[in-house]
């Protein structure tokens, strides 16, 4: 799966330039969650296929973590694209010093998800 991603000056930070479509329904998938975990608790290796890790040319690198979820049939993918320093500083700042983001605020927009938000009384 060939991705290419864009800089944004929202909240997220990093979107892809068109829609991901699931591999399994053709469903679109949907942002569940950004992080930019916490510099001190990256080791130099490996935490887990899903966590920020060091590039091994530059293991200082940035890295955006984005999770996606299909809104038909709840398949998952994981991302990890790198940022500078510069652009992860910045958007950690417009999310108000969090470096995690759940973009709660789009899946009210979305209908299927508005209702699953109901059901387990979100909204």
């Not at 608790?41 to 973590?65: C, G, Y």
């Not at 398949?75 to 950690?92: D, H, L």
């Not at 010093?97 to 979100?122: H, M, S, T």
Request: net charge positive; proline share 7%.
């Amino acid at each position: 799966m060939s991705i290419r991603w864009i800089e944004t000056d929202d909240k997220a930070g990093l979107r892809p330039a068109e829609p991901i479509v699931c591999p399994a329904c053709m469903g679109e998938f949907i942002l569940k969650h950004q992080r930019f975990p916490n510099r001190d608790e990256v080791p130099k290796m490996f935490i887990r296929a899903t966590t920020i890790r060091p590039l091994s040319h530059n293991p200082s690198a940035w890295v955006n973590d984005m999770t996606f979820k299909c809104e038909g049939c709840d398949y998952c993918v994981s991302f990890g694209r790198p940022m500078t320093e510069e652009r992860s500083v910045q958007t950690i700042a417009r999310r108000g010093g969090q470096i995690a983001y759940l973009p709660k605020e789009e899946w009210e927009k979305n209908e299927i998800l508005r209702e699953r938000l109901k059901v387990y009384g979100y909204v």
